[in-house]
């Protein structure tokens, strides 16, 4: 019974882990000013920490990192 407990905690953990990412990469992608982006920075730091605790896969990291690189070069470009 215990290990059924365990799985069950840990598919929420992962669903809740996907809903988290995909709405950080929205905000990342949907900034178009310099202010907007130091907020989605500080969302992928306060993400970073939170899921710290759990753990999850260090490509998530990457692909959150370069997200923002990458839209903070299209808002600069932008401007």
């Not at 365990?6 to 809903?19: D, H, P």
């Amino acid at each position: 019974m215990l290990i059924n407990h365990n799985k069950v905690i840990m598919l929420r953990t992962n669903q809740s882990l996907e809903n988290s990412y995909n709405k950080t990469i929205s905000t990342i992608k949907s900034c178009r000013t310099k202010s907007q982006l130091e907020g989605a920075s500080r969302m992928v730091k306060n993400f970073k920490n939170l899921y710290k605790q759990v753990g999850y896969p260090k490509t998530i990291s990457y692909s959150l990192d370069e997200t923002l690189k990458q839209q903070y070069i299209i808002t600069r470009c932008q401007l």
